[in-house]
């Protein structure tokens, strides 16, 4: 299993450009979702999904979009970056929400 | 709305050294809390996760504790490792299906 991954790595960003972040999972888990994390704050839930076609918003939706076609599948796009969205962003799933988390390795997003 | 906090937000000790970490929280209806580890520019993995009816979960050199009354729960490490050193976090399910996690203890370990 390769788990929770995650695309690109990094990425800059020029102010009002959109993009698309990516996040698959091929365990079959129910429960994704989005944070982002950011020195002093910790990490920060965005967006959540208990399945397919099914999401939420979470604590910090504003100036981004989610959409669950598949269960394998939970993008999360900027519709127009902002440097407040400078961030390293986290994508995570698990079987049930009281299950365990499995997080993705990261995307590092720099808005200029 | 939860709020999760960990204390201290840093912490050094000698290898070899048992260490109590600890996590506070607002609202006791939660469904789980889990314990974890996040090294430099890495995700974070998993080490411990308590249902809300457990008090205790163990994995090796780990023990996570749960008080739900009080709104704590602590992570104990026993015989410390250089290894060991990184950034600890807490989180905890709550009900409408969100995750509220701290802001980490950094733990360095001295060889």
């Known amino acids: 299993n390769a788990g929770v991954t995650q695309t690109p790595k990094f990425q800059v960003l020029k102010t009002g450009q959109s993009m698309t972040l990516q996040c698959a999972q091929d365990m079959n888990h129910e429960y994704m979702s989005w944070y982002r994390q950011d020195p002093g704050m910790g990490l920060r839930l965005i967006h959540y999904?208990?399945?397919?076609?099914?999401?939420d918003q979470g604590e910090v939706p504003n100036g981004y979009n989610v959409s669950r076609s598949t269960t394998e599948d939970f993008p999360l796009r900027l519709l127009s970056a902002a440097p407040s969205q400078t961030s390293v962003y986290f994508c995570a799933s698990s079987y049930i929400l009281s299950g365990t988390q499995y997080f993705g390795p990261g995307t590092r997003l720099l808005v200029l | 709305k939860q709020e999760v906090t960990q204390i201290p937000a840093a912490l050094s000790v000698p290898e070899g050294e048992n260490l109590v970490l600890n996590c506070s929280f607002t609202d006791s209806a939660i469904y789980n809390l889990q314990w974890f580890r996040q090294d430099p520019g890495k995700g974070l993995t998993s080490l411990l996760l308590i249902q809300s009816s457990q008090r205790e979960q163990t994995s090796g050199r780990l023990n996570a504790s749960l008080d739900k009354s009080s709104g704590r729960s602590t992570l104990y490490i026993a015989a410390s490792q250089p290894g060991d050193s990184a950034t600890y976090l807490c989180?905890?399910?709550?009900?409408?299906?969100?995750?509220?996690f701290g802001t980490g203890t950094s733990l360095t370990v001295i060889p």
């Open positions: 999904s208990v399945g397919a076609g099914i999401t």
């Open positions: 989180a905890s399910a709550n009900t409408g299906n969100q995750f509220y």
